[in-house]
Structure formats: structure tokens, C-alpha cells
């Protein structure tokens, strides 16, 4: 930033030359309206009940004061000019004041479109927070379901082509089938044996198993007699693909890669 060296013995030129250069020193403030955006309040303006405290507001990169008031839809910028006379005899505006104050004109901007920011401090926090929650996905461990087609991936996520067809299964060291990571297995094809059950009265009748068909039950209770009959259960057997699926959802998992 530049510097104007005022402590100097000599007499300092005090013209308008040097007081523009303040003029310039303090508006490069303005900037950091930038940090904040467009229509933010910085400060202040306090919603209680109907009326709104002063504060301040950024504008167009431009930080303004904000003057409290009554709440309404809209607001403005309101610019008031003080005028001198010169040595010349002539009157000119020297002064200017810009404030933003609820009100209407061709240039308002709606009040519920300001936005309050956060301190740095607050935001550098649940920044901390939300790398945390994220840090299964940066390590390259954490995967996520997708319900839309491969195309409409995000940029940075890709499709996990090894779960293709697979559905995840908790890990257990006390099972064999699922006590290492990574491990594959299940089918999704089913088989039935076609067999034969000998029904007895001392016995009990099954139905076969799940997924076939029972046919010749030769076994039955004889209601005349009040016995049962001793006979034959047979089960046909049944085989194919998507025998023994539950029902599903097709979709895509995904994973961030950076």
C-alpha cells in the first residue's frame, strides 16, 4: 500500500494532490467487500420484531453503512453531497455520503436477498468439520450409491467397475464366508434337486423345498378309515438364472478420485 510521509519539518505541502492520495489509501478497503460478495452484511442489522439496526453492507464490491430502520421489502442507496465555497466565490460539492436505508427506486435491491457471512474463524471451523466428515472419500475408501446413468457422474467421481453386479456384506471375522475384506462370493443361480420323500404315519409331510413344484403326493389322510395312508412326495427340480435373487434396484457405485 502506498505511504505518505506527514511528520517532516519544513512546512509539508498540504495540497489537493496529497489528499487524494488518502482518498485512494482507504478505498482500496473496498475490496474486501469482495471476500464477503454481493449484497452481504458484514455487521449489524439486527432483525427485532419490524425494525432492522444499522449495520454494515457490501454493494456492488462496495462497502456502505447501513442505516436501521423500519423493515420493508427493499433498499437503497441514498447519496447526500456537502458543498463549499472556494476562494473563487464559487459554491461546488466537496463532500459526499452514501449510506444504504430501506426505501424504493429504479436501482432497489430486495433486503431478503442480503446474506449474513460468518466470521472467518466460524467458517475455517466447519471447514475442519465437513474435511473430517469427507476423509473416507479423500482416502480413497468410502463409495457412494449413484441413481442416475454412468454419463451424469460428477467431475471427480468415477463408477467402482469392481462392484458391478455385487451387493456389499458386512465383514465377520467368526465367518468364514465374510472374514476377509474384499472377499467374493453368493450366486444369484439357484438349483433344485428333483427328489422323493416316503411319507409314513409316524412321520411328518414336507412340501419340498422352495422353488419347486410338489407333484404325486400319493401320501394322504383317510378320512373313512380315520388313518393315514403311507405314500410318496416327489418335488421336481428347478434350475436357471435369477432363481434365487431378492428383490433389487439397479444402480451405480461411485467413488471420488480428485
Not at 465555497?85 to 452514501?98: C, D, I, L, T
Not at 426505501?103 to 432497489?108: L, Q, V, Y
Not at 457412494?144 to 453386479?165: C, H, Q, R, S
Amino acid at each position: 500500500m502506498n505511504l505518505t510521509n506527514f511528520v517532516q519539518t519544513g512546512g509539508f505541502p498540504v495540497k489537493a494532490e496529497r489528499l487524494q492520495e488518502l482518498q485512494t489509501a482507504y478505498s482500496i478497503f473496498n475490496q474486501f467487500g469482495n471476500l464477503a460478495g454481493n449484497l452481504t452484511i458484514l455487521s449489524g442489522c439486527v432483525v427485532t420484531g419490524v425494525t432492522v439496526s444499522s449495520g454494515y453492507v457490501v454493494i456492488n464490491s462496495e462497502v456502505l453503512p447501513f442505516q436501521g430502520g423500519n423493515l420493508a421489502d427493499d433498499v437503497i442507496i441514498i447519496q447526500t453531497e456537502s458543498s463549499k465555497e472556494f476562494k473563487n466565490g464559487e459554491v461546488k460539492a466537496v463532500h459526499y455520503e452514501r449510506f444504504v436505508a430501506f426505501g424504493t427506486s429504479e436501482d432497489s435491491f430486495p433486503w431478503a436477498n442480503f446474506k449474513r457471512i460468518d466470521p472467518i474463524v466460524s467458517l475455517m471451523t466447519r471447514l475442519e468439520l465437513v474435511e473430517k466428515k469427507s476423509a473416507v472419500f479423500q482416502a480413497g475408501g468410502g463409495m457412494v450409491l449413484w441413481n442416475k446413468p454412468a454419463a451424469d457422474i460428477p467431475e471427480g467421481w468415477a463408477e467402482v467397475v469392481d462392484w458391478k453386479g455385487r451387493i456389499p456384506v458386512g465383514y465377520d471375522i467368526t465367518q468364514t464366508e465374510f472374514n476377509i475384506m474384499g472377499k467374493t462370493g453368493g450366486s444369484k443361480n439357484a438349483v433344485v434337486v428333483s427328489h422323493t420323500h416316503t411319507i409314513t404315519n409316524s412321520g411328518n409331510v414336507n412340501n419340498g423345498i422352495g422353488g419347486g413344484s410338489v407333484t404325486n403326493k400319493t401320501a394322504r389322510w383317510d378320512r373313512g378309515s380315520g388313518s393315514f395312508l403311507n405314500g410318496t412326495v416327489s418335488t421336481e427340480g428347478v434350475s436357471g438364472v435369477g432363481k434365487n435373487l431378492q428383490p433389487y434396484r439397479v444402480v451405480l457405485f461411485i467413488e471420488y478420485i480428485g
